[in-house]
């Protein structure tokens, strides 16, 4: 075999401090303690910091570290306010930002109201992008890089019925992860964006249970829907130095979901 002194990848999160938005439970919560179980200092971001705080103390008797920020990613003054505190808090600027906070709706277009529009794309996209943009100011400023992963949806790449605000809205998170890349690259900023497919949680289970579900899950090409561990290589992937030379992409965790034919 040819001899390889390259270092192994270094997936370690030690030492760095991550934000999880929109992570009172499903993904979030998952994501939070995933960084977590690397190493890193999370903090925990929603609205409902009664849940997060309970989060936080599982995590610390499970020897992490870890604490609770309140947040409503739709407001910009209080993003900016919570993210300037935190900043102040650990004495640095966040190594990591990982933005998770997302709402959706059910209903054809006719029937979409433009109040849940709103309330869709400022979550979103809308959200996304000020949480990112507050945190990477202080990694310009301090001139040291960091990681945003702005997390995304194969909705944003292929199209459903029932979910166009949803749907739009994550095309435009993606290109707007790929605009991050580009104008953030010179201050050694990565970003990417990461796209679940259908993952099993406590809010889809039973749909995907039924015979509807079934149906879908027979369009994947890996015949099964994801858990929420096939999302912790990918995370890591992004987060690590491990994955030092990506930026600017869009990783789908689906299962060949989207390649699936028409």
């Known amino acids: 075999m040819p001899n390889d002194s390259r270092d192994a990848p270094d997936f370690s999160l030690t030492g760095l401090h991550a934000l999880v938005t929109g992570a009172s439970g499903g993904l979030g919560l998952h994501m939070a303690g995933t960084l977590a179980r690397a190493g890193a200092t999370v903090h925990l971001a929603a609205r409902n ?11 610390r008797a499970a020897g992490h570290q870890a604490d609770s920020l309140a947040l409503d990613v739709q407001d910009a003054a ?10 102040a808090r650990i004495g640095a600027p966040l190594d990591i930002v990982v933005n998770n906070a997302g709402v959706t709706n059910t209903r054809p277009l006719l029937d979409q109201q433009p109040d849940e529009w709103d309330r869709i794309m400022d979550t979103n996209l809308r959200g996304g992008w000020l949480v990112a ?3 990477a100011r202080a990694m310009v400023a301090a001139k040291r890089g960091g990681v945003i992963v702005n997390v995304a ?5 292929r199209v459903a019925a029932g979910v166009g605000p949803y749907s739009a809205s994550k095309a435009g998170l993606i290109q707007l992860t790929r605009t991050m890349a ?3 690259a010179r201050y050694n900023i990565r970003c990417n964006a990461l796209l679940p497919g259908y993952i099993a949680t406590d ?11 079934e149906r879908l899950r027979q369009r ?13 290589g990918p995370l890591l992937l992004l987060c690590s130095d491990a994955g030092r030379h990506i930026t600017g992409a869009a990783l789908p965790v689906d299962g060949g979901h989207l390649t699936s034919s028409l």
């Not at 809010?203 to 579900?213: P, Q, Y």
């Not at 994947?220 to 912790?232: A, E, H, M, N, Y």
């Open 49 to 59: 910091t009664d849940k997060l705080d309970a989060e936080v103390q599982a995590l």
């Open 133 to 135: 943009t507050a945190a």
């Open 153 to 157: 949806s194969i909705l944003g790449e």
């Open 220 to 232: 994947v090409p890996t015949r099964r829907f994801g858990s929420p561990s096939d999302l912790d």
């Open 78 to 87: 209080q993003v900016e306010h919570a993210l300037q505190a935190l900043h």
């Open 182 to 184: 580009l104008e953030w």
């Open 203 to 213: 809010l889809n289970r039973e749909f995907l249970g039924s015979e509807a579900g």
